[in-house]
Nanobody
């Protein structure tokens, strides 16, 4: 089971840190990704991290502003979001897989319920 937290309302230019906590299984072997879905839009890839943290991959829209990291001892993955823009407003989901998934949504097998991020202009 995955559970996101840390969402909220922030002004443009501000920062938030999302957390994705896993329970019920050992998380350390999984690739973990963050996705987001804005109203009326498809769920889109944001970032993903390998099980060892040695490899990260970002959507162009967040590169240089967002940082994904993980603490396997805490079974938690983080998404640090800086320089937030109104277009970052969405429900953010974390997802996990044992497959080489990168940005391909349907290759992720486990999903959280999401956390709302709202960026005001």
């Amino acid at each position: 089971q995955l559970k996101e937290s840390g969402g909220g309302l922030v002004q443009a230019g501000g920062s938030l840190r999302l957390s994705c906590a896993a329970s019920g299984r050992t998380f350390s072997s999984y690739i973990v990704g963050w996705f987001r879905q804005a109203p009326g839009k498809e769920r889109e890839f944001v970032a993903r991290i390998s099980w060892s943290s040695s490899n990260t991959y970002y959507a162009d829209s967040v590169k240089g502003r967002f940082t994904i990291s993980r603490d396997n001892a805490k079974n938690t993955v983080y998404l640090q979001m800086n320089s937030l823009k109104p277009e970052d407003t969405a429900v953010y989901y974390c997802a996990a897989t044992l497959r080489l998934a990168d940005s391909v949504r349907f290759l992720y097998d486990y999903w959280g319920q999401g956390t709302q991020v709202t960026v005001s202009s």
